[in-house]
């Protein structure tokens, strides 16, 4: 379960709300006051595999708990499989949250676009973090009236900057030399190749330079045997996936921050944890970076797929170390001013009482 989710459902349930939590994947989280969590099993993930008796079980099952929690409002997180759930039990009020894929992809499939456009045009509201994303909910046909940007938001008091870990770099091997992060996860979508590629010519200047892979995925093995080709072993820790609690510690251990994605919906939660913890950021020009990552200010943004403007400005920072700080200290007051997890939950609070409101439910 994504950890969106959890935080979303945190503050929330800590607000003194009380919070049903539908899933169709397991939970393997302790039991939390003011949450009352239920699963639907032996059901897909996937719209492309969704099968006729999955639906009329699933729909059939939600519509039970429904009648019997009888909620205040229903919100889907997702414009696929639980947006079409939701929709399919015809209550309201109910708000989907589009998550990114849901919504850019979908009018790739002649399966997934007319149940993803059923299920945002049948809410009463939608929510999304980015303005591309929002510009393709519109192409639904879903008024604009209906439609909030959202972002999902960092937790500034939890990453925030702080003294180097000097235990956890001992730990890693990386003691004084520069270290560089990046935590996306170890699939196609964010080309780690790319980065594995920038990896020598940085080594050619800063032979020290150490870079911290974090994450799992389909391509763990093979970026392996590629650093390994690469002859770049030396340079490269491949970590595994970091907890969430410990991701705090990781980024304040480290010098700069890289992301290589290609797509994103908007501001990718790691590259603002990292501005949140006042680190340089060099990332790539997809989704809405450029409208986060001020150039030259708070770091750099570079073309996809470029190994050696990537390099470039990695040797740029590691040239001019005093940089740090003040790329950093920018990066953070951006999130602060533009990202902050309460400010943005504060502002879904007050829609959720508009929504109970319009129905009479307040």
């Not at 480290?254 to 290589?260: A, E, H, K, L, R």
Request: charged letters at 20%; proline letters at 5%.
């Amino acid at each position: 379960v994504s950890v969106h989710s959890h935080r979303w459902v945190e503050f929330f349930a800590g607000k003194g709300y009380e919070v049903h939590w539908v899933s169709c994947t397991p939970f393997h989280e302790p039991a939390r006051r003011g949450v009352y969590t239920y699963e639907i099993p032996s059901f897909p993930l996937s719209l492309a595999t969704l099968g006729i008796s999955n639906i009329i079980y699933a729909t059939i099952k939600l519509r039970g708990l429904l009648k019997e929690i009888q909620p205040e409002v229903l919100h889907a997180h997702y414009a696929g499989m639980y947006g079409l759930l939701g929709t399919l039990t015809s209550f309201h009020p109910m708000i989907i949250t589009a998550w990114g894929s849901d919504v850019l992809f979908a009018g790739r499939s002649l399966l997934k676009r007319p149940l993803v456009k059923m299920a945002l045009r049948k809410a009463d509201l939608v929510t999304c973090d980015a303005e591309h994303m929002r510009q393709a909910i519109l192409r639904f046909g879903v008024h604009e009236s209906s439609i909030r940007i959202i972002y999902f938001g960092t937790d500034i008091n939890k990453f925030s900057p702080s003294m180097k870990n000097k235990n956890l770099r001992t730990q890693l091997g990386v003691f004084d030399r520069p270290m560089i992060i990046s935590l996306r996860s170890l699939e196609p979508v964010y080309d780690l190749e790319t980065l594995l590629l920038a990896i020598p010519h940085v080594s050619t200047k800063f032979p020290k330079a150490i870079f911290i892979i974090a994450g799992e995925g389909s391509q763990r093995d093979y970026l392996k045997k590629m650093a390994s080709n690469l002859k770049i072993v030396d340079n490269v820790k491949f970590t595994g996936s970091i907890p969430n609690h410990r991701l705090p510690d990781y980024l304040n251990a480290s010098d700069i921050y890289v992301s290589t994605s290609l797509s994103d919906a908007g501001l990718s939660a790691s590259t603002a944890e990292a501005m949140a913890c006042a680190l340089p950021v060099i990332v790539t020009d997809s989704a809405e970076n450029k409208l986060w990552v001020k150039e030259g200010e708070g770091g750099f943004v570079v073309p996809v797929k470029d190994p050696v403007a990537l390099s470039e400005k990695i040797i740029y920072l590691m040239k001019n170390p005093k940089k740090f700080a003040q790329y950093g200290s920018f990066n953070r007051k951006i999130i602060q001013e533009r990202n902050n997890y309460y400010v943005e939950m504060a502002k879904m609070e007050k829609l959720y009482r508009e929504v109970v409101k319009r129905y009479g439910k307040a």
